[in-house]
Protein backbone atom coordinates (compact mmCIF):
# COMPACT_ATOMS: atom_id res chain seq x y z
CA UNK A 1 0.00 0.00 0.00
CA UNK A 2 0.87 3.59 -0.52
CA UNK A 3 3.26 4.98 2.40
CA UNK A 4 3.05 9.02 3.92
CA UNK A 5 5.95 9.56 6.26
CA UNK A 6 6.34 12.88 8.82
CA UNK A 7 8.55 14.16 10.42
CA UNK A 8 9.20 14.82 13.01
CA UNK A 9 6.79 12.35 14.71
CA UNK A 10 6.66 14.63 17.80
CA UNK A 11 8.43 18.07 18.95
CA UNK A 12 8.54 19.88 21.67
CA UNK A 13 9.40 24.17 20.97
CA UNK A 14 9.42 27.32 22.77
CA UNK A 15 6.34 30.01 22.78
CA UNK A 16 7.30 32.50 20.01
CA UNK A 17 9.68 29.69 18.13
CA UNK A 18 8.84 28.39 14.49
CA UNK A 19 8.57 24.26 13.85
CA UNK A 20 8.18 22.63 10.19
CA UNK A 21 6.68 19.56 9.69
CA UNK A 22 7.78 17.68 6.61
CA UNK A 23 5.12 15.12 4.83
CA UNK A 24 6.46 12.77 1.83
CA UNK A 25 5.08 10.09 0.15
CA UNK A 26 7.37 7.43 0.10
CA UNK A 27 6.33 5.25 -3.01
CA UNK A 28 3.68 7.31 -4.89
CA UNK A 29 3.78 10.67 -6.64
CA UNK A 30 1.04 12.86 -4.72
CA UNK A 31 -0.66 15.68 -6.31
CA UNK A 32 -2.53 16.53 -3.57
CA UNK A 33 -1.82 16.82 -0.03
CA UNK A 34 -3.75 17.66 2.71
CA UNK A 35 -2.89 19.13 6.56
CA UNK A 36 -4.83 18.61 9.41
CA UNK A 37 -4.72 19.07 13.44
CA UNK A 38 -6.38 17.39 15.81
CA UNK A 39 -7.00 18.19 19.26
CA UNK A 40 -7.96 14.91 21.77
CA UNK A 41 -10.94 13.52 21.73
CA UNK A 42 -11.93 15.43 18.80
CA UNK A 43 -11.85 14.64 14.74
CA UNK A 44 -9.90 15.49 12.29
CA UNK A 45 -10.45 19.43 11.39
CA UNK A 46 -8.83 19.99 7.57
CA UNK A 47 -6.39 23.02 7.99
CA UNK A 48 -5.18 23.49 4.34
CA UNK A 49 -5.63 21.67 0.78
CA UNK A 50 -2.29 21.57 -1.15
CA UNK A 51 -1.50 21.02 -4.57
CA UNK A 52 2.00 20.75 -6.29
CA UNK A 53 3.26 23.09 -8.18
CA UNK A 54 0.53 26.02 -6.91
CA UNK A 55 -0.39 28.04 -3.61
CA UNK A 56 -1.93 26.25 -0.76
CA UNK A 57 -6.14 27.12 -0.06
CA UNK A 58 -6.99 27.36 3.19
CA UNK A 59 -9.91 26.58 5.06
CA UNK A 60 -12.18 29.13 6.34
CA UNK A 61 -10.09 30.64 10.24
CA UNK A 62 -6.95 29.18 9.72
CA UNK A 63 -4.28 31.71 9.68
CA UNK A 64 -2.21 31.06 6.67
CA UNK A 65 0.41 33.53 7.65
CA UNK A 66 0.90 31.47 10.50
CA UNK A 67 0.77 28.01 8.72
CA UNK A 68 2.73 27.94 5.98
CA UNK A 69 2.29 25.30 3.66
CA UNK A 70 4.93 24.59 1.02
CA UNK A 71 4.24 21.77 -1.60
CA UNK A 72 6.85 21.83 -3.89
CA UNK A 73 7.53 18.95 -5.06
CA UNK A 74 5.28 15.35 -6.16
CA UNK A 75 6.76 13.68 -2.95
CA UNK A 76 7.23 16.52 -0.62
CA UNK A 77 4.82 18.91 1.72
CA UNK A 78 5.80 21.07 4.52
CA UNK A 79 3.54 22.86 7.06
CA UNK A 80 5.79 25.66 8.84
CA UNK A 81 3.86 26.96 12.28
CA UNK A 82 5.17 30.22 13.05
CA UNK A 83 5.53 32.46 15.85
CA UNK A 84 4.02 28.83 17.90
CA UNK A 85 1.80 29.69 21.05
CA UNK A 86 0.80 26.97 23.68
CA UNK A 87 -2.99 27.17 21.98
CA UNK A 88 -0.87 25.61 18.82
CA UNK A 89 -0.33 22.27 20.79
CA UNK A 90 -1.80 19.69 18.87
CA UNK A 91 -1.59 16.62 16.38
CA UNK A 92 -1.13 17.13 12.80
CA UNK A 93 -1.68 14.98 10.22
CA UNK A 94 -0.79 15.26 6.55
CA UNK A 95 -2.35 12.92 3.60
CA UNK A 96 -1.28 12.14 0.21
CA UNK A 97 -3.06 11.33 -2.77
CA UNK A 98 -4.31 11.54 -6.32
CA UNK A 99 -7.14 13.67 -7.51
CA UNK A 100 -8.14 10.73 -9.87
CA UNK A 101 -9.81 8.55 -10.35
CA UNK A 102 -11.11 8.14 -7.23
CA UNK A 103 -9.59 10.81 -4.66
CA UNK A 104 -8.38 7.90 -2.10
CA UNK A 105 -5.53 9.73 0.62
CA UNK A 106 -3.32 7.90 2.82
CA UNK A 107 -1.90 9.47 5.95
CA UNK A 108 0.76 10.30 7.60
CA UNK A 109 1.37 8.94 11.20
CA UNK A 110 1.20 12.47 12.93
CA UNK A 111 3.02 14.83 14.57
CA UNK A 112 2.64 15.70 18.07
CA UNK A 113 3.78 19.16 18.97
CA UNK A 114 3.64 20.40 22.18
CA UNK A 115 4.57 24.56 22.72
CA UNK A 116 5.91 25.50 25.97
CA UNK B 1 -18.96 20.65 7.00
CA UNK B 2 -18.56 16.55 6.09
CA UNK B 3 -22.04 16.30 5.33
CA UNK B 4 -21.97 12.82 6.69
CA UNK B 5 -24.38 11.58 9.50
CA UNK B 6 -22.41 8.47 11.48
CA UNK B 7 -23.67 7.00 14.85
CA UNK B 8 -21.20 8.54 17.75
CA UNK B 9 -20.68 4.90 19.02
CA UNK B 10 -21.05 0.91 18.20
CA UNK B 11 -20.60 -2.03 20.07
CA UNK B 12 -19.29 -5.27 18.86
CA UNK B 13 -18.64 -9.01 19.96
CA UNK B 14 -15.44 -10.37 18.66
CA UNK B 15 -15.81 -12.67 15.56
CA UNK B 16 -19.01 -11.14 14.97
CA UNK B 17 -20.25 -8.94 11.97
CA UNK B 18 -20.34 -5.65 12.37
CA UNK B 19 -22.16 -2.83 10.28
CA UNK B 20 -21.34 0.83 10.45
CA UNK B 21 -23.55 2.98 8.81
CA UNK B 22 -23.32 6.26 7.04
CA UNK B 23 -25.83 8.68 5.85
CA UNK B 24 -24.64 11.44 2.95
CA UNK B 25 -27.97 12.12 1.66
CA UNK B 26 -26.14 15.41 -0.01
CA UNK B 27 -23.98 13.39 -2.12
CA UNK B 28 -23.57 14.83 -5.54
CA UNK B 29 -22.84 12.11 -8.81
CA UNK B 30 -18.86 12.42 -8.91
CA UNK B 31 -18.81 11.89 -4.85
CA UNK B 32 -16.90 8.95 -3.84
CA UNK B 33 -17.32 7.17 -0.68
CA UNK B 34 -14.44 6.81 0.99
CA UNK B 35 -14.04 5.09 4.83
CA UNK B 36 -10.97 5.31 6.88
CA UNK B 37 -10.16 4.66 10.93
CA UNK B 38 -8.29 6.15 13.33
CA UNK B 39 -6.47 4.21 16.03
CA UNK B 40 -5.37 6.64 19.19
CA UNK B 41 -2.21 8.65 18.42
CA UNK B 42 -1.91 7.45 14.84
CA UNK B 43 -2.96 8.81 11.38
CA UNK B 44 -6.47 7.49 9.88
CA UNK B 45 -5.85 4.72 7.84
CA UNK B 46 -7.72 4.00 4.58
CA UNK B 47 -9.88 1.39 4.28
CA UNK B 48 -12.53 1.20 1.17
CA UNK B 49 -13.70 3.59 -1.13
CA UNK B 50 -16.21 3.18 -3.62
CA UNK B 51 -18.70 5.44 -6.38
CA UNK B 52 -21.76 3.09 -6.85
CA UNK B 53 -21.35 -0.53 -6.93
CA UNK B 54 -20.59 -2.73 -3.51
CA UNK B 55 -17.15 -3.01 -3.13
CA UNK B 56 -14.97 -5.59 -1.52
CA UNK B 57 -11.54 -5.73 -0.10
CA UNK B 58 -8.98 -7.88 2.49
CA UNK B 59 -10.15 -5.32 4.76
CA UNK B 60 -13.72 -5.08 4.89
CA UNK B 61 -16.89 -4.41 2.31
CA UNK B 62 -18.62 -1.49 1.13
CA UNK B 63 -22.79 -1.87 0.57
CA UNK B 64 -23.62 1.50 -1.03
CA UNK B 65 -27.43 2.34 -1.46
CA UNK B 66 -29.20 2.41 -4.81
CA UNK B 67 -30.18 5.93 -4.80
CA UNK B 68 -26.40 6.26 -2.85
CA UNK B 69 -27.49 8.64 -0.28
CA UNK B 70 -25.95 6.04 2.51
CA UNK B 71 -23.74 3.12 2.64
CA UNK B 72 -22.65 0.73 4.90
CA UNK B 73 -18.82 -0.99 6.04
CA UNK B 74 -18.97 -4.35 6.60
CA UNK B 75 -16.24 -5.87 9.18
CA UNK B 76 -17.09 -9.42 8.72
CA UNK B 77 -15.31 -10.95 11.73
CA UNK B 78 -14.40 -8.18 14.18
CA UNK B 79 -11.29 -8.51 15.86
CA UNK B 80 -10.40 -6.56 19.19
CA UNK B 81 -7.42 -4.72 16.56
CA UNK B 82 -10.42 -3.60 14.57
CA UNK B 83 -11.19 -1.34 17.34
CA UNK B 84 -11.40 2.60 16.45
CA UNK B 85 -12.82 5.46 15.42
CA UNK B 86 -14.09 5.08 11.51
CA UNK B 87 -14.99 7.72 9.77
CA UNK B 88 -16.61 8.04 6.48
CA UNK B 89 -16.45 10.87 3.81
CA UNK B 90 -17.89 11.83 0.74
CA UNK B 91 -15.36 13.30 -1.44
CA UNK B 92 -14.61 14.90 -5.13
CA UNK B 93 -11.35 15.56 -3.48
CA UNK B 94 -12.86 17.38 -0.48
CA UNK B 95 -11.20 16.10 2.03
CA UNK B 96 -13.47 16.87 5.38
CA UNK B 97 -14.25 14.57 7.97
CA UNK B 98 -17.09 14.32 10.44
CA UNK B 99 -17.07 13.25 13.97
CA UNK B 100 -17.55 9.36 13.56
CA UNK B 101 -18.46 6.39 14.88
CA UNK B 102 -16.35 4.94 17.69
CA UNK B 103 -16.21 1.38 17.61
CA UNK B 104 -15.61 -0.82 20.74
CA UNK B 105 -15.04 -4.94 20.23
CA UNK B 106 -15.92 -6.30 22.94
CA UNK B 107 -13.98 -9.98 23.56
Known amino acids: GAVVSQHPSWVICKSGTSVKIECRSLDFQATTMFWYRQFPKQSLMLMAT?????????EQGVEKDKFLINHASLTLSTLTVTSAHPEDSSFYIC????????????FGPGTRLTVT | DAKTTQPNSMESNEEEPVHLPCNHSTISGTDYIHWYRQLPSQGPEYVIHGLTSNVNNRMASLAIAEDRKSSTLILHRATLRDAAVYYCIKTNNDMRFGAGTRLTVKP
Open chain 1, 95 to 106: SAGQATPSYEQY
Open chain 1, 50 to 58: SNEGSKATY
